[in-house]
């Protein structure tokens, strides 16, 4: 696994690839619907839950993948500065 933060435009990234086999064209679509799984465990609702939150909070998330050489998953948030309150 890799992984990488910075900017682009606008927006903070957090990137997460693989050098595993890539997602089959035929899965591409149907990675973020709820309960899809290509596992016999598991619920199927971490990316599609993991896409809700990410859009909810303003940003979203890319999938990038080519057969036989991996995949990145990005997630492209608006940057938010922590201050404290001066009023606590």
Known sequence: ??????????MVYFAVSDT???IPKELRDKIFNPFFSTKN????LGLPMSKKI???M????IM???????TRF?????PVLAVDDPSE
């Open 54 to 56: 990410v859009e909810d």
């Open 1 to 10: 696994l890799t992984l990488s933060t910075g900017m682009h435009e606008d």
């Open 20 to 22: 595993g086999d890539g």
């Open 74 to 78: 990005t997630i492209l948030l608006p």
């Open 58 to 61: 303003g940003g979203k998330i």
């Open 41 to 44: 465990k598991g619920s199927g």
């Open 64 to 70: 990038e993948t080519k057969a036989g050489n991996g």
